[in-house]
């Protein structure tokens, strides 16, 4: 019977970028050199075209992204508390070009399936074998009534790394001491399941370091979260006097926000916010439903194995708009999903079936700088979609010492430091 490896080995082996699909051996002569185009620069797109490059250097290789800078939202919540700034948050796009990768600095408005060409807002249009469309999510504005694109103005969502992170730091410095800052959560799914929490964890810190007369307040439209039992437990010894959760069967959920009076209002009251995030619903990024690869949930249904479009054929369906089954959309998962992708389109170029993967996610939480926690698994497919596999991973132990606590926090930053190294160089 093989050994079960302990949670340190596992966490130490995520930490080290295990996961990675292995890629096979070079697409040898052919006539022509095979075209992918992958549309998005963040941990999906980028770490997709350079595991591409890296598995065969005959691949032609376009990545459509507008942006010059991408800002990665892992961490970004340290940079709201004041204990980062947005500079390190931020990569260019320099090696991906080293690597002989073809950057088109343009947004991707149509998708023409049939003759397999991408249409670029400039009218260029770029023909493929295959497309990669990592784009991220976009919010649903209007999901939530009350909260529009102006009205972020005010209560910022900053769940989108960038200026909103920035304004929601603003508000925070310029909030009165003995305010009270409200959060939001939305219903499953979204972006970084853990993300509300631990966001609510390090603004309590802030608070509690600089601002300690003031409160935070967790309005969530779920009765369970990611992590849960250990943020609890976190706040009870370190914010008990100042951070509040209220589930969806208390009374949590929020239905209406008045941006004007920064209030969130639920069925059962008003609550009025010094300071307001409203972290609202989301979808896939745009050009998935211009593509056609989005279904009515707003997320892209894709095969388990080599994340193509359910929808549509020689489309393939990268990080946080892929519906992943129990992977949830993490930066991290979009990592490892890019890999197994990139290995799954040699083989197709090629002619041959790609084998069924193994996929690791792990993700790391701050509720202090020193205090770190943590939930990590392993994802197969399985009846169509990606399973969680029964016995891996798990979650930081729930009575660990402070110096575990204070490892796991250091190891966050290694974890942070390899997905931006795969992804950017």
Request: hydrophobic share 45%; proline share 7%.
């Amino acid at each position: 019977m093989p050994r079960r490896c302990s949670r340190r080995e596992f966490l130490k082996a995520v930490t080290a970028g295990s996961g990675a699909a292995l890629l096979p051996t070079p697409i040898l002569a052919q006539e022509a050199a095979p075209r992918v185009v992958v549309v998005g620069g963040g941990f999906a797109g980028a770490s997709v075209a350079r595991a591409l490059r890296r598995a065969d250097p005959a691949v032609s290789i376009h990545l459509v992204e507008p942006s010059r800078t991408f800002t990665a939202c892992p961490f970004s919540n340290s940079v709201i508390a004041g204990m980062r700034e947005l500079a390190i948050q931020q990569f260019g796009y320099d090696k991906l070009a080293a690597d002989g990768i073809t950057l088109v600095s343009a947004s991707a408005t149509a998708v023409d399936a049939q003759p397999r060409v991408l249409i670029l807002a400039t009218g260029t249009r770029l023909n493929y074998d295959r497309l990669v469309l990592a784009p991220g999510i976009d919010i649903r504005w209007g999901a939530l009534q009350g909260y529009s694109e102006a009205a972020a103005e005010e209560m910022p969502h900053a769940w989108k790394a960038g200026e909103q992170t920035l304004l929601l730091r603003r508000q925070l410095e310029a909030m009165d001491d003995g305010g009270t800052v409200i959060i939001s959560a939305p219903p499953s799914p979204f972006r970084c399941p853990p993300g509300p929490y631990e966001r609510a964890s390090l603004i309590a810190y802030y608070l509690k370091t600089r601002k300690p007369r003031s409160k935070v307040i967790i309005l969530d439209a779920k009765d369970a979260f990611s992590k849960q039992r250990l943020f609890l437990n976190a706040w009870k010894e370190l914010y008990s006097d100042m951070l509040e959760w209220v589930p969806l069967s208390k009374g949590g959920a929020v239905t209406e926000v008045d941006p004007a009076t920064k209030t969130f209002i639920t069925d059962f009251g008003k609550h009025q916010a010094s300071v307001g995030n409203v972290i609202p619903p989301q979808k896939a990024g745009r050009i998935a439903e211009m593509a056609g690869v989005a279904d009515r949930t707003g997320w892209c249904p894709i095969d388990p194995v080599t994340f193509e479009s359910k929808l549509v054929p020689n489309i393939h369906v990268v990080g946080d708009a892929a519906i992943a089954g129990a992977m949830p959309k993490s930066a991290f998962a979009a990592n490892a999903q890019a890999k197994v992708c990139a290995a799954a389109l040699i083989r197709l170029l090629r002619g041959e079936a790609p084998p069924a993967p193994k996929l690791i996610n792990t993700c790391y939480s701050l509720v202090a700088p020193d205090y770190g926690i943590s939930i990590a698994g392993v994802y197969q497919p399985a009846n169509g979609q990606l399973t969680e596999v029964a016995g891996s991973g798990g979650v930081s132990l729930i009575d660990a010492p402070h110096s575990t606590r204070a490892l796991e926090a250091s190891l966050a930053n290694g974890w942070f430091n390899t997905i931006t190294s795969e992804a950017f160089g």
